[in-house]
């Protein structure tokens, strides 16, 4: 897997490129001198996170026919500064699974599951340094 990063601005606008071609911008805090042109770096693992799952969840629901009407999921990550340095990766994140449909509690906590324990890589790349907990919300 190959990304491409461009400054598109004399701050700290980007343009990243993976290897679908599909463009994503990042930008900096405006406190920082960012202008909010994109999403923050530490914003899109969790994005990345909540994507990955969502795909496996989507999959595998189709798989045993279940109807989704409507998916969203909302990730909240905490993070904690390491001590001598200026770096704050999460250290809990918390995903929030919101689906309505003509669906089975059971299929939905099982493709749920699955995701998280199983098929999410983005979830494996966080799991050594990071408890991640989650919720399932059907028909709310």
């Given at each position: 897997m190959?990304?491409e ?44 996170l909540?994507?990955?799952s ?14 989704i ?72």
């Open positions: 190959k990304v990063l461009i400054r598109v601005n004399d701050s700290f606008h980007f343009e990243a490129t993976g290897a679908s071609g599909v463009v994503v911008h990042t930008d900096g805090a405006p406190d920082i001198g960012g202008h909010n042109l994109g999403a923050r770096p530490m914003e899109l693992l969790l994005m990345g909540a994507s990955c969502a795909i496996d969840i989507v999959l595998i629901l189709k798989k045993q026919r279940q109807e009407e409507d998916f969203r999921i909302s990730v909240n990550g905490d993070r904690t500064q390491e001590a001598d340095s200026q770096r704050s990766p999460f250290r809990k994140i918390n995903v929030q699974f919101f689906l309505k449909g003509q669906l089975d509690a059971a299929k939905v906590a099982r493709a749920v599951q699955l995701s998280m324990q199983k098929y999410c890589s983005a979830t494996a790349q966080f799991e050594p340094h990071c408890e991640i907990t989650h919720e399932i919300f059907i028909n709310p």
